[in-house]
């Protein structure tokens, strides 16, 4: 694993919104994609923040309020990514390690983490499910060959 990059194994493809995106919207994108977090980026690509399905969720008004549904979802329309994103979310480069990228999330306590060049722009992103499958298809394949080997009549 130490030498297996993020490069090799990040996300390059990334579903991103902007500050500006209505969080409905957002939403909405994360349920159609199945996936847990977009990068923010503004107009030049550049990373601003991170937005997490947690992020929305909590944005979401408790089932105690007093609000009408129409009242309800007129607020929550007008909330743009903006306001509830993490802005200059920590980062890692295309350079970094496997270990070095696990170890960031371990740290963090994070599942992802978007991947920026050294001008700040959008890469990709590397998540847990990243590294599992590179554990899985790559790590784990050679510790089965080598107990092959070992197994095998001399």
């Not at 802005?87 to 496997?98: G, K």
């Not at 959008?122 to 499958?133: A, K, N, R, V």
Request: net charge negative; with cysteine.
């Amino acid at each position: 694993m130490k030498h297996e990059f993020v490069r090799d194994w990040m996300t390059r493809d990334v579903i991103t919104v902007t500050p500006e995106t209505p969080l409905p919207e957002a939403h909405q994108i994360m349920m159609n994609e199945e996936i847990r977090r977009l990068p923010v980026v503004d107009e030049a690509g550049k990373l601003v923040g991170i937005v997490t399905l947690g992020d929305v969720r909590g944005a979401q008004p408790s089932p105690a309020t007093s609000l009408s549904i129409w009242e309800l979802n007129y607020l929550l329309s007008s909330l743009k990514v903006s306001e509830i994103m993490t802005p200059d979310p920590i980062t890692l480069s295309c350079e970094a390690t496997i270990g070095e990228a696990a170890r960031a999330m371990l740290e963090t306590r994070v599942s992802g983490l978007p991947v920026v060049d050294d001008q700040g722009n959008l890469q990709g992103i590397i998540t847990e499910s990243d590294i599992f499958s590179m554990v899985v298809l790559h790590e784990w394949s050679d510790i089965e060959e080598e107990d092959e080997e070992e197994l095998e009549p001399a």
